[in-house]
């Protein structure tokens, strides 16, 4: 009997968090904008809003979790 690949499947939390350019580059959300915002200044809530890249040691592993993206 023949053994086959397992079906590829999108893990669901991973798609949520995370979001892939037309370039194929990888933007996520900044941690730390939840709680306790009455001790951070302004700037830093408001660059804690805008997304940024996924590191280079990270990739790997998001893109595995997203074979369809």
Request: proline residues 1%; without cysteine.
């Given at each position: 009997?023949?053994?086959?690949?397992?079906?590829?499947?999108t893990?669901k939390?991973?798609?949520?968090?995370?979001?892939?350019?037309?370039?194929?580059?990888?933007?996520?959300?900044?941690?730390?904008?939840?709680?306790?915002?009455?001790?951070?200044n302004?700037?830093?809530?408001?660059?804690?809003?805008?997304?940024?890249?996924?590191?280079?040691?990270?990739i790997?592993r998001?893109?595995?979790s997203?074979p369809?993206?």
């Amino acid at each position: 009997m023949a053994r086959t690949a397992g079906k590829a499947k999108t893990r669901k939390s991973v798609a949520k968090r995370f979001k892939v350019t037309g370039t194929g580059k990888i933007l996520r959300r900044k941690q730390g904008k939840r709680h306790l915002l009455q001790k951070k200044n302004r700037k830093r809530k408001r660059f804690l809003g805008k997304a940024t890249l996924v590191s280079d040691a990270d990739i790997k592993r998001v893109k595995a979790s997203l074979p369809f993206h």
